[in-house]
Each structure stands twice: as C-alpha cells, then as structure tokens.
C-alpha cells in the first residue's frame, strides 16, 4: 500500500500499563491511536498515528445527532514465540465497506486500513497481553464529524483506530451462560441497519440487556422484528445449535450480522465433516427439539468470546436446560480449534492468519 | 428551579454573525452553548454556560461506538414587538425524558431543562433573526461519554444545548412538496427505538433518503416495517390526510414519533370542529380514496417546516397528484395558524406560548 502514507507522532509521556492480570474488556486504552480524515475535496487524507488522546469535536458534529457510524471489532493474539497476529482481518475490513455503503459512509481502502492496524499494533506492542485468554481488541471505527443539524450524510469523517488490552473471556476456562428470549423489544429488522456494524444497533439493544440482567440472565436471545418468530442473535454474538448430529444457524437474512466468527465456525464444521446448515429457525422448534431430546448444545459465536456455550434458554414461562447446562463437545472442539489457531497453538490451514512484522 | 445555578462564562472572542438573509438550516450556531453533566455519584450537576467550542471527548466515548444519546428540536421566535418566544418547550422535554428511558439515560429535569433553554436564549438572543419565516432553531442532546467499550448504558453522560439561526423553511410561501413511498427500507419497527428521538433512527434514514432525493423526490413516506403496508411518517415529520371532511394521521403505534406540531394540529382541528381520526391507514387504502377524488390534501408535519403539503405520492409506478399539486385550505390555515401563534400575530389562546424575559 503507498497510496498514503503514514505520519508518526510518538507519545513520549506513556501511561502506567493497567494490571495485566485484571484487564476486563474495554477498559484501557493503550498509548497510541491512528486517525485518516475525509473531505470531499481530498477523500481519506492525513493518515497519522498519534498519542492517544480526546477528540476535538464541533457540539454539532453529526455523530451526536444523527449516528451516522460505523465500526469494527478484532483482536491481536501474542502467541508462545512472542509474535503477535491477527484473525481474518480481511473480513473485518469487508464488512466495514459493507457497514460504509449502508450507512452513507465513503469507502475505505482495505488493504491500507489493514496496513494502518499492523502499524499501530506494532507501535504499541507491549500492550499485548500474553496470559492464556488476553488479548489486544483492536477497535477501527467511522464518525460523522461535519457540524450540521440536517439530516443527510456528513461531507467530513474520520476513520480512528484504538487499542484495548483486555482479559480472558473466561477467568476459569468455557463455562455456559443462562440466555433469555426477548419477546418485546427488536435489535433490527429487514430494511434496517442490522446487517451493519453501526452504534444505533447496539443503542437499541440496551434496554433489553438491562432488563434481562436485572433478572439473571447473561444475554438476550433476539427473535426477528417482523413476527418475533425466527431466531436471529445472542447478544453481540451468532447463534448455533445442534439437533442431533447437524448444526444450524439462522441464514443471513439482512439484518443478522455476519460475523466473521461465525463464517468460521461454518468453515471447520464443513471441515470435520459435521453438517451444518444456514436456514430460518423458529423459537417452537427449538423448543420441540428440546422436548424431544435432540437439542444437544447451542452456542454463541463472536469476536469477545469467540465461543459462549448455552446451558439454559428462558422462553416465556418455559425453561430449556441444553446439555445438562455444561459446555458441549462441539462447543468446546471449536473452542480450542480457534484459539488454539489464533494463539499460534495450532496449524493455520485455513490461511486466516496475518503476522505482525516487528 | 432552584436545585441547580448555571454558571456562565461569557465569551469574550463573539462571532461575526451570518447574513441573516441566508441562513438555510441548521449551519451556523451562536456564540454560546449550555453543558450538564451527569456521573453516578453525582448525578446531573455542573450547569454551565460556555463560549461555543469543540466538546473534548474520549475516542473511546460510548456515543461513538453505540450511540446512546437522545435530542430534541424546538425553535424560539422573535415577535414584531421584539419579545422572544418559545413554541411548546414542556412537550419537546416530556419527550427528551420518554427517550432517556427507552434509551436508559438518567431522567432530566424538565422544568430546569426549560430555564436553561431559556437563560441560553436570553443570552445569544442577537441571533434571533426577525425576517418573516425565520427563527433560532434550539438542539438540546445528550450524549453518553463514558470511554467504555462494553455494549452497556454509559456511568457518565452530557446534556447540551446549542442554538442555530434557520432562514426560512418556505422562501417563497407554503408550498407542496413530491414524496416518494419507501418499500425496501425501514426506518423504525415495533419493539425498535422509533418512539425515541434518538440518532440510529436518524442514521438508518440516510439511506433511503439518498436514494429518493437522486430521482427528485423531497422526502421518503415510510411504512411500517413488519407489514410494509401502513403509513407511519415523512421524512422527519408526522403526516395528515384529508378525506372528504375528515382529516386522518396514523395512530401512535410505538414505532411513530409523537411529534409537537402532530398534537397541535390535531387540537387545532378538533378547535375548529374539523373531525380528526388517529388511526392505522394503508397506502392501498390512501391510493383508493385518491382513484376515488376522495383525497383532498395530504401534509407533513413538524418544527422544522411546521405544515409541509404533499403535491405528490409516488407508490411503485402509481403516481398520486394531490389536490392539483397545490396547497390545501386545510393545510394552509394550519401553517398559518401555527405560525401565528408562534410569531404572536395571533392569540395564543391554547397557552402554548412561554416567553424568554430580559
Ligand atoms: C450484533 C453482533 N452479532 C454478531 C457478532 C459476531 O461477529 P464477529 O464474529 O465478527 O465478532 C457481533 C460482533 O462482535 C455483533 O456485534
Ligand atoms: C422522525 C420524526 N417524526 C416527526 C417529527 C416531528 O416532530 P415535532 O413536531 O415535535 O417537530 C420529527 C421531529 O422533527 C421527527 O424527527
């Protein structure tokens, strides 16, 4: 990539690194950030990594009113060697051109936000933690910056990219969560914006989440909007389940995202030799399996966790305990399969790593 | 209201102002903005009013990433007498607190939201312009600040009001307006966050609105999204038909934004013993009263334009002229009406005028 070039500013007063052992998710953010501007006069320009610091935004900027953004969200992996990788960072970058063409967003170059990832991480690579299940959760992100109350596309933006070293997922190895469907509220629907990684998504989705921790449970279950019928997404995550020896997942419909999780637990089924199928699921099959005995696991897949079994669904007044309420086989074989690729453990036969040269 | 002081720094640089013959909308903002803050130990405190400038915000600020924030939009006009006067403020607050909690934000106080407003006016109140049809266009908004990238409700939030001169909606006179009817997108769906004034509702609409402006259109009508079958609003306004003698709006269905002008015309119409039905409405059922020369006037409704005739439905290859492709006396004595009160040509006998004293 030389179509940019990119300017280095380096922080010379770093922070105090946070305990490494007690990380969380999202909490620190490490010394740098990279930021491209847009304008319609010079497209993407100005590509810098600079200290990491507040933005400066006019109080009329149209991401406060109007939303208009768009983000992503991978991971750096440090593996036992001491270098550092990304997963797939190819498809993150698809799909925030997919994300950019729903939400009136320019495109942006792929291969240099990838270069522009690969950089920054370097930079600040002593943010990568390296106890078994850390991570450094890379966030690329759109804003609308032009300050202006109409309601139409901003004419400037800016693509920033900032780092969080976060913790394991899983303090004491996979362990099943309690789900709840929701029946009132909708996270999206066909002709929204579900199918885009963009921040009036996960705004609608609060209410809900709030309301189901309230009573226990660790994420909602969303049904589509239309007849709050067919399964659509686990919290930030894709859902699978598996009814005897197959394993389904809702088919991407619109506004399911696709997650890249997701594409790649499909690849290693298709790989074991497991079938899985892409299809319309209702709630009342899933509860008639379930009856039946041949729900055998349900799982969520995703960046964070990368898998997150389920060992209850709460459906109305009904409860579904799937496998004893303890992480299933499959669930757990994709489990270490993915972090065992992404940790460097595993062969990367699928060609889904990209190194971080430093 | 006396549970706050607003501290005030004047800004000592004031801006040049713009020629208030051109103004366009939502442009140009004043020398001065009104800032709340909200954390959880203190709640909402810190009320301030501070030179217009760039808001410094955490790159990793909730807003950017899942954009909870509401906002609001009223207008504060300028009579012949000089005084200041706003339309309906308790309305636009009312609402700012149904968004808060569909949106989880901390509830405002919507008295001391109202002396802000008008303390902020009475201090920028030289860029209150005063030619006919222009006004001082008022955002109030919050946004969430925590630097936290977990999908949940913002610890820390900002409330902020900023004031924007707006020429005139109509630069010649009333005037009707073509409107295309949307069948792919979806702008808000039961369940969703339609009902809120809230900036992904806003973000979704882009789209489609591109998409209708490129073939001539003004405005997008919008179906509900589960049925793509009744009317919910236009653009960014509420939206009447007039059948026969009878006048009809969609009933508020949870995906419909209560508007301020929506309820004003409607007490307006019962006021003047003209029948009003809030009620579901087709498009198929709009296309048969108009075959039927049923449909006499059709307009939007909202603060930006107050009363916004439609010439012009375009449904597919049907295309619907309505009333000639000019304005209705219905809506006409509307926006006049309206428009009266709100400049104080007329009396303001349903007590909807509060006024900004210096
Ligand atoms: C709504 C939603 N669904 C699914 C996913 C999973 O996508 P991925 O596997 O790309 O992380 C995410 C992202 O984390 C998400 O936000
Ligand atoms: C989606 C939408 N509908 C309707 C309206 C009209 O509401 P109001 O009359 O309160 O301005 C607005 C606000 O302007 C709006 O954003």
Redo the contacts with the bound molecule.
Sequence with gaps: MSAYTITYIKNENKKEKPDFDNLAFGKYFTDHMFILDYSEQKEWHNARIVPYKPLQLDPAAIVFHYGQTVFE?LKAYKTKSGDIQLFRPN??ME?LNRSNERMCIPEIDEEFAIEAIKNLVEIDKDWVPDAPGTSLYIRPFIISTEPYLGVSPSSTYQFIIILSPVGAYYEEGINPVRIAVENEFV?AVKGGTGEA?TAG??ASSLKAQEMVSNKGYAQVLWLDGIEKKYIE?VG???VFFVINDEVITPELNGS??N????NSVITLLNHWNIPVKERKITMEEIYEYAQNGELKEAFG????AVISPIGELSWNDKKIEINDGKTGKISFDLYETLTGIQYGRDEDIFDWIVKVKF
Tied chains: 1, 2.
Excluded at 259 to 262: E, F, S
Excluded at 301 to 304: I, Q
């Design positions: 969200g498809k993150n799909r996270r990684k998504n996960y997404e930030s995550m894709n399911i995202l997650g890249v999780t997701r897949a995703g960046t964070a």
